[in-house]
């Protein structure tokens, strides 16, 4: 019987971006979150990254169909892939953020989430991107971004850090390679 390998294979030489992929998978499967929460009042999914989208453009976005859709996933993946390296630099610093990813890529996510939707946003957009303040809404995105954001972040971080990066001091103090 084939087991699944522990590690994923790659090419010896090439370094995977882990901090891309995390950044992906999380902003994709928190924009599948809002749209599952937001269809049950109705709301098209197509409206969901045009609500990023209204960030920078107000309510012509909801107006563009489906390219200002993909500016808005395109702008949210761009957002988790700052998050991710923001976290790095935080964890280069503070190794103990790797050394407990779950608990720390917890807190972390749901900090991004406070911080970008209760902060920049409210700053960045116009009234058409308002934020929503249902307090169901609210917990469901605390936890989307704790366990879809904040924690394979965490992880792909420690992994980045870990890494052949480690061998010149640049990463997780007292980690072996």
């Not at 610093?93 to 890529?105: A, I, K, S, T």
């Not at 972040?153 to 103090?173: Q, S």
Request: hydrophobic residues 55%; positive net charge; aromatic residues 10%.
């Amino acid at each position: 019987m084939n087991a699944l390998p522990l590690h994923w294979p790659h090419p010896p030489g090439h370094r995977v971006p882990w901090l891309l992929l995390a950044a992906v998978a999380g902003a994709l499967l928190d924009l599948a979150m809002a749209v599952l929460f937001w269809a049950g009042e109705g709301v098209a999914p197509i409206r969901i990254p045009q609500s990023i989208a209204a960030w920078f453009l107000g309510a012509a976005a909801y107006r563009g169909g489906p390219g200002t859709a993909l500016l808005g996933v395109v702008a949210y993946v761009l957002l988790a892939w700052a998050m991710a390296h923001a976290y790095v630099a935080l964890a280069r610093r503070r190794p103990v953020l790797v050394e407990q990813p779950f608990v720390h890529g917890a807190f972390y996510g749901m900090a991004c989430y406070l911080v970008t939707f209760h902060l920049l946003v409210p700053l960045l957009a116009s009234g058409a991107a308002a934020s929503s303040s249902r307090p169901d809404w609210i917990l469901a995105c605390l936890a989307a971004y704790a366990g879809m954001i904040g924690i394979p972040i965490a992880c792909a971080a420690r992994r980045v850090l870990a890494g052949p990066a480690c061998r010149d001091g640049r990463g997780i103090v007292g980690e072996r390679t």
